[in-house]
């Protein structure tokens, strides 16, 4: 596939995701065989071989995201009904 070819070897830095979600999306690549890491100043990088490889990466986001997104539902529903 051409879209394979484009990612082929491809090196991302995430930068729109929070301090606090690195870690957690770091574990989720880590387990699905992604390569990842962290630089220095804490910063997470991927490094991105296949488009399948892209999509997982957009799902762990969406995931990782979607969770704070239903808490932060929860937490004021409760303090409506409070």
């Not at 991302?12 to 770091?26: C, K, Q, S």
């Not at 890491?37 to 799902?59: I, P």
């Not at 995201?65 to 303090?79: A, G, K, N, S």
């Amino acid at each position: 596939m051409v879209i394979d070819s484009a990612l082929n070897d491809s090196v991302i830095e995430l930068l729109n995701i929070a301090p606090g979600d690195r870690w957690r999306v770091y574990e989720q690549l880590e387990a699905r065989f992604i390569p990842s890491w962290f630089t220095r100043n804490g910063l997470l990088w991927v490094h991105l071989l296949t488009f399948s490889q892209a999509l997982q990466l957009r799902d762990v986001i969406r995931e990782v995201t979607f969770q704070q997104v239903q808490i932060l539902q929860w937490l004021d529903e409760e303090l409506q009904s409070a």
